[in-house]
C-alpha cells in the first residue's frame, strides 16, 4: 500500500518515507491536524453506533505519523503529545470494535453558567475597551505570561497550533513595528505565524486565510485577559503594501531577523492605562441581523 489511509484527511496523504527528513516542529503539527482529522472528527459518531463494528483502517495516517515520532524519540510529556496519544490509543479500540473508555465525555459537557458566573462574562465583554495612553509603570513579566497564556489558549484551526508571539519591551525593539499612536508606556506583542505548517499539511491550498484567523482568536483573548488584569490594550494591525503604504510586517521581520517562513499577522499594545475613555456603542443588534427577502 503506497499510503496508509482511514477516514480521510483534507490534504496531502503521507507515506512512511515521506516523513523521515519532515522537521520536527511540521512533524508535531502533522501529527495533531491528522488526530484531528483522522481520529477526533470522525470519532464522537462511531461512539454513537451499537453495536460497534471494527473499523480496521480507523486513525491508521494519525497512527503512521505517531510512530515516526516515537521512532525518533522525541518527547511525549507536552501537553499537545498527550492528547495526541489519548486519540491514538482510543483508535486502537476502535479498530478492534471495543468500545474504549473515555470518562473524559461526562466532564467535558457544556454546563451553563451561574448568573454570578455569567455577571463576570458580561462584565469582561462589554467592557472591554481598546486604550491607547498608558503610565510609565512597567508591566510585571508574569502579567506578560498570564496574556500569552491566554492567547495559547484561543481556539486554532485543525490543532495546527502555528501561532507564535514576540514580545517587544525596549524602545529600540519597539521602534521596529508600525504603530500609529505612541506605544512608548506600552509593552507590544506581536502576533506571527508558521506558514510552514499549512504547506505541510496542504491547508494553504484549501483554507489559507485560517492562520490569519488563528492569529485574530489568540489577539482577543490576550486583549480580554490585559482587560481582566487591570490593563489597558489595543489591537494594531499590520500595514500592507499599496500606494500609499509600506508592507510594515515585512519589514519588521527584516529589522527582527525572523526567518522567511514566519508571517506577521497582527499586533497588540499592553500597558497600565493613564485614563478611562468615552467607550464606543454598537450597532443595534437587529441592524446586524441580515434577514433574507
Known amino acids: 500500500m503506497s499510503t496508509i489511509e482511514a477516514i480521510p484527511s483534507p490534504g496531502r496523504k503521507y507515506r512512511k518515507e515521506d516523513l523521515a527528513d519532515l522537521d520536527p516542529v511540521l512533524l508535531g503539527a502533522l501529527l495533531r491536524e491528522r488526530v484531528h482529522h483522522n481520529i477526533e472528527v470522525p470519532l464522537y459518531p462511531v461512539l454513537l453506533r451499537d453495536p460497534l463494528k471494527p473499523i480496521p483502517n480507523f486513525g491508521l495516517q494519525a497512527q503512521l505519523v505517531y510512530d515516526e515520532w516515537v521512532r525518533r524519540g522525541l518527547s511525549q510529556d507536552s501537553p499537545d503529545l498527550k492528547w495526541v496519544k489519548r486519540y491514538i490509543d482510543i483508535a486502537a479500540h476502535i479498530r478492534k470494535g471495543e468500545k474504549p473508555d473515555i ?172 485614563s478611562g475613555i468615552i467607550k464606543s456603542k454598537r450597532l443595534a443588534l437587529s441592524d446586524m441581523i441580515i434577514t433574507s427577502v
Open 103 to 274: 470518562p473524559e465525555l461526562e466532564d467535558s459537557m457544556p454546563e451553563p453558567f451561574s448568573e454570578g458566573e455569567m455577571k463576570v462574562v458580561r462584565k469582561l465583554i462589554w467592557e472591554r475597551c481598546s486604550i491607547r495612553n498608558w503610565t510609565d509603570r512597567p508591566v510585571p513579566d508574569e502579567l506578560i505570561e498570564q496574556i500569552l497564556e491566554a492567547g495559547r489558549a484561543a481556539p486554532v484551526g485543525c490543532n495546527l497550533d502555528a501561532v507564535r508571539f514576540v514580545v517587544l519591551r525596549t524602545p529600540e525593539e519597539k521602534s521596529m513595528i508600525w504603530s500609529d499612536i505612541p506605544t512608548d508606556n506600552a509593552v507590544i506583542i506581536v502576533l506571527c505565524f508558521d506558514k510552514r505548517i499549512s504547506e505541510t499539511v496542504g491547508q494553504d491550498k484549501m483554507v489559507p486565510q485560517n492562520l490569519g484567523y488563528d492569529a485574530s482568536a489568540a489577539g482577543d483573548h490576550m486583549l480580554l485577559m490585559a482587560h481582566a488584569l487591570g490593563l489597558g490594550g489595543v489591537w494594531l494591525s499590520k500595514t500592507v503594501k499599496s500606494e500609499h503604504t509600506e508592507d510594515t510586517g515585512k519589514k519588521f521581520k527584516e529589522l527582527y531577523g525572523l526567518p522567511d517562513h514566519i508571517e506577521v499577522a497582527l499586533h497588540i499594545a499592553v500597558g497600565w492605562p493613564a
